[in-house]
């Protein structure tokens, strides 16, 4: 029996665009039940209709009515996509409910979904943990002393997890991407700018190619656990330092 087939629900949050969408439909040609999460009801509408992915429309920091609407689920594989840089502000600028919103979304809501769909795969003894983090949990950039800790938490918790998990066959997966052509920085970029300045002109990774390393992820035999992917464009890395001369 394929992994796949030992698997048979998956859960996707941020469902609604980019890494999250294209997840859902991977998962779908997979043969997986999806239940896709997010808030926008017309995408989800298009979703199930396209793919037949079960809508669930819910905010992801409302953990209780998702566990409502999957009442009597046995999810298998939970995909925690859904994040935000909702503002790239130097930290002693930032609104401060930036700084909540972003810890809210990025790590506190991946952190309540696994605790409440956790014990069913333990006692199961079957079951997936699936995170996106990013680049920008693993190096500083400017302008993201919010963020940046919010991917640096997740990605702590996905290896604090791996030890607590030992012997239950349970996986955790934590996919690592740079630079991904999604509308991730929609609101962090003023005045629409985010297209021309961070892809006109680069190769950014595309969403499906993302779906598709979590479906390799999937895929490979349950006592095979990928800890981490680092994904970056050919055309990106990161490194090196910042200095700037000394004014009076």
Known sequence: ???????????????????????????????????????????????????????????????????????????DILVNNAGILSTRATFHEIDPAEIDAMIDINLKAPMHLTRAFLPGMVSRRRGHLIYIGSSGGQAPYPSMAAYGPSKAGLSLFCDDLRCDLLGTSVRVSEIVPGRVQTELYRTAIADNQAKALLYDGYRPIQPSHIATIIANVIELPTFVDVARVEVFPTDQATGGGSMVKHEG
């Open 1 to 75: 029996m394929s992994e796949v087939r030992a698997y048979r629900t998956a859960v996707v949050t941020g469902a609604t665009s980019g890494i999250g969408q294209a997840t859902v439909v991977k998962l779908r040609e997979l043969g997986l039940e999806v239940y896709a999460i997010g808030r926008n009801e017309a995408t989800l509408e298009s979703l199930a209709a396209d793919c037949g992915a079960v809508p669930v429309r819910a905010d992801v920091r409302d953990t209780a009515a998702i566990v409502a609407a999957l009442a009597g689920v046995e999810v």
